[in-house]
């Protein structure tokens, strides 16, 4: 019922920046709380970021935090993930993830996910 649709992703070189968009089927979009994860080859799914349904709440796990920023526009029906300073290790397969409650909670699994979008980073 809801889709996902990730973009943005791509090759670049260790030091720079992408910006990763979800995109949100749906006019309930403004009441989920939004979340970015990603998976390397042979690593487990971690979770990078999530963001509240008002976008006043914020999460990044300690190894992005100061260089990615989450944020959303309602108006758009869109999620976004600012990468800065991106390094090798952020090598991974990008989803982003919606929860129908409004508000982030880690023992909650999302409702839906996005077909993910690959982001890789040479040195």
């Known amino acids: 019922q809801v889709q996902l649709v990730e973009s943005g992703g791509g090759s670049v070189q260790a030091g720079g920046s992408l910006r990763l968009s979800c995109a949100a089927s749906?006019?309930?979009?403004?009441?989920?709380?939004m979340a970015w994860f990603r998976q390397a080859p042979g690593k487990e799914r971690e979770f990078v970021a999530a963001?509240?349904?008002?976008?006043?709440?914020?999460y990044t796990m300690d190894s992005v935090k100061g260089r990615f920023t989450i944020s959303r526009d309602n108006a758009k029906n869109t999620v976004y993930l600012q990468m800065n300073g991106l390094k090798p290790e952020d090598t991974a397969v990008y989803s982003c993830?919606?929860?129908?409650?409004?508000?982030?909670?880690?023992?909650?699994?999302?409702?839906?996910w996005g077909q993910g979008t690959q982001v890789t980073v040479s040195s």
């Open positions: 749906g006019r309930t979009f403004s009441g989920y709380a």
């Open positions: 963001i509240s349904w008002t976008g006043a709440t914020t």
């Open positions: 993830a919606a929860y129908s409650r409004g508000y982030y909670n880690a023992a909650i699994d999302p409702d839906y």
